[in-house]
């Protein structure tokens, strides 16, 4: 049935240590009437302890992403970015409103467009990363920039393939001087 209450409280058990318990509870109907309730408890400790960790771990991911040099990606099956990094932001010229959503196809040639599509293809299909391919960029005020990249396929929980991911390094100095 419905659920009428749920909550989290801390207890001590019998060894003395301080556990966090989850209760949650139901009515219990009679001809439309609520006549009582039932009740589940349990304790949730290793659970919260887990979630905890989790979230730590999570946000230490997500710094590490932000603060690194390389611009590291997400993109949907269809090339629209769904999550990315500071770094990407600069490399583009673009805001984070800006480029969430963008199709990479929006700041590349058809003919890089195509190389690119691909390179996603290949991971797509063969289910492996590939590494080192590089491409050409116009940033938002028309600058070529040129980058080296590997990209892999992005699975959902279910181990089916819901977009790409990479990191790409900006090359545009070191092309310019090999030119």
Do not use: C
Request: net charge negative; proline share 2%; glycine share 8%.
């Amino acid at each position: 049935g419905e659920t009428i209450a749920s909550t989290n409280y801390e207890f001590v058990a019998y060894d003395g240590t301080i556990k966090i318990g989850e209760v949650s509870g139901s009515p219990i109907y009679d001809e439309g009437q609520i006549v009582g309730m039932i009740a589940v408890a349990r304790d949730a400790t290793q659970k919260m302890e887990f979630e905890k960790a989790l979230a730590e771990s999570e946000k230490k991911y997500r710094d590490i992403l932000h603060n690194m040099d390389d611009a590291y990606f997400e993109v949907d099956l269809q090339g629209n970015f769904m999550f990315f990094n500071d770094a990407m932001l600069l490399i583009t010229e673009r805001s984070r409103e800006e480029l969430m959503g963008l199709n990479y196809r929006q700041y590349m040639t058809p003919e890089t467009a195509k190389g690119v599509s691909e390179v996603f293809f290949q991971v797509y299909k063969t289910g492996k990363p590939v590494r080192l391919f590089t491409y050409e960029i116009i940033s938002k005020s028309g600058r070529k920039k040129y980058f080296e990249s590997w990209v892999d396929i992005l699975l959902d929980e279910n181990k089916k393939p819901v977009g790409f991911r990479g990191i790409s390094r900006d090359i545009t100095a070191r092309k310019k001087a090999e030119d």
